[in-house]
């Protein structure tokens, strides 16, 4: 009689999986709880230590870490010497592991977890198992997925055997699955151990999507999640309404939520191609939502939304109105909902605004590599301010100031952003020098450049940005400060009667 080995700790499903095998002509191994719900249902079942004439010691750390377990498994069934070493010491053949593992993930997303729990949910047992099955693919089916029960019994009872190409199938599943596994527990053992820059870095990610396609038509594409990742993500966003999201629509919906998150006050953001096209604020969302929109009425066609309040009746009668791809919010009331959901393709997306945001690192791939940073977090309340100038902002302008410090950082460099009044009025991003995207900036704003103020990513390599600030009507400028030219934009700022302020802090974005 063939032998199949069950371990499980997610008991989803696996009565009816080992009903089946036993009907497909098993007997059945199990260990510790998995064996008592198996007999609690009335299934015949082997203990494990009757197979390796061993108790289960150390409260159960071991049980299956024996040749009578691995010997079975790693058994090639074509080599004679094995079969002889098996008859030998007298060990029967297993043709079916199933395994899954302790939940070391859920374990640690508990709040009140302790490093002795985490460590103690580390599974040593059930990936050795799974492992060894793997390796020997060819001759043992291995399953570690609950979806793939139905099917590993419907080829039992079709073929009398799990096909070759499925039995590979499974056992590369298994490398991911504990591939990942060793991957949260690495990442979990090296925050607790305090190491930065380890010699290695192993990430995993669970797929969540399969895109139509990626930043263009011939380019294929998926979208992956962290495992515990930040529930402030778009990663972890409940979508409520429209049609899936895109490779492009993912982007952006992430650039649009780093930017709202910089608000406490009601925020509305839109975004294009990665770079804010309006920001606005104000004492309601809708005032805030009004506000962004204004700012820049032709690129938010498009666009994504994101909103740092719940939508209201009245911000989702401004929002009909515009082609929009999705609308961020941390809820939506019912009237605003039905009357948003009317448009088939609108995305609708909901995030936990409540939940913080973790403190994740930012991961960029390069051809053969990946780089790896902190992400920019760093805010106006921590800069080192100061004012080089004659004249000190008016109480208006630190208002201003601070807008557009928020904004810019957002910005792709070089970077320029026009703000006053609560709103963005002209954004110059990604040019090759700086005057370019202020110029760009300045053009946008027009007339309301005029008494505004103008914030920039990064230091002024010459007085010539200050001019054409100035030139506009800008009477207030935000910048790093540290360029070895600095005198010169200090004394074009005092000519023309400008405040500027200094942080020490850039806020480049490639």
């Not at 030998?88 to 002795?116: M, R, S």
């Not at 399953?143 to 070759?164: H, K, M, R, T």
């Not at 962290?226 to 899936?244: D, M, T």
Request: charged letters at 25%; hydrophobic letters at 40%.
């Amino acid at each position: 009689m063939k032998r199949a080995l069950i371990s499980v700790s997610d008991k989803t499903g696996i009565v009816e999986f080992a009903k089946g095998l036993i009907e497909a002509g098993f007997e059945i191994i199990s260990t510790g709880g998995t064996k008592k719900t198996l007999l609690d249902h009335g299934l015949e079942v082997i203990g494990i230590s009757d197979v390796t004439g061993f108790p289960e010691i150390l409260d159960g750390r071991v049980k299956t870490l024996h040749p009578n377990v691995h010997g079975g498994l790693l058994a090639r069934p074509n080599d004679s010497a094995h079969l002889a070493q098996l008859e030998e010491h007298q060990i029967q053949p297993i043709e079916l592991v199933c395994v899954n593992l302790y939940p070391f993930q859920q374990t640690i997303a508990k709040l009140d977890v302790t490093p002795e729990d985490a460590i103690e949910n580390i599974d040593i047992g059930g990936p050795t198992m799974l492992r060894s099955a793997a390796k020997n693919h060819e001759h043992v089916t291995v399953v570690v997925d609950p979806a793939d029960y139905p099917g590993v019994i419907a080829e039992l009872n079709e073929n009398g055997q799990v096909s070759p190409a499925k039995k590979r199938q499974f056992a590369a599943k298994v490398f991911r699955h504990t591939a990942g596994y060793d991957a949260v527990i690495s990442e979990y053992m090296t925050e607790l151990a305090g190491e930065e820059n380890p010699e290695s870095l192993t990430m995993t990610f669970d797929l969540k999507q399969t895109l139509r396609y990626g930043e263009n038509p011939h380019q294929q594409a998926s979208f992956y999640k962290k495992p515990l990742g930040s529930a402030f993500s778009i990663a972890y966003a409940e979508q409520l309404h429209g049609k899936e999201l895109s490779y492009n629509n993912i982007n952006d919906a992430d650039a649009a939520l780093q930017i709202v998150k910089e608000f406490n006050e009601p925020a509305a953001v839109a975004v294009k191609h990665m770079n804010p096209c309006g920001v606005g604020t104000g004492d309601t969302i809708a005032a805030a939502f009004k506000k962004a929109f204004d700012a820049d009425s032709t690129s938010i066609f498009g666009g994504i939304i994101a909103l740092n309040r719940e939508v209201d009746l009245e911000t989702a009668s401004m929002l009909k109105d515009i082609f929009l791809e999705i609308i961020i919010a941390p809820s939506f009331t019912q009237e605003a909902f039905e009357i948003l959901s009317v448009k088939k393709n609108i995305r609708l997306l909901t995030v936990s605004f409540d939940s913080g945001v973790k403190d994740e690192r930012k991961f960029t791939s390069i051809q053969g590599g990946l780089l790896v940073q902190d992400r920019d977090t760093y805010g106006f309340e921590e800069a080192t301010i100061t004012v080089p100038t004659k004249r000190q902002p008016t109480e208006q302008e630190w208002e201003d100031l601070k807008l557009g410090w928020k904004v810019v950082k957002h910005v792709k460099s070089n970077a320029i952003v026009v703000c006053g009044e609560g709103m963005t009025y002209g954004v110059g991003a990604g040019q090759m020098n700086r005057v370019g995207a202020a110029n760009i900036a300045l053009t946008q704003a027009a007339e309301k450049a005029k008494g505004a103020a103008l914030a920039s990513d990064a230091f002024f390599p010459m007085d010539d940005t200050v001019e054409a600030a100035a030139k506009a009507g800008i009477t207030a400028i935000i910048q790093p400060g540290g360029s070895v030219k600095d005198e010169d934009s200090i004394k074009k700022a005092d000519e023309y009667g400008i405040t500027m302020v200094f942080t020490a802090v850039r806020h480049f974005k490639h």
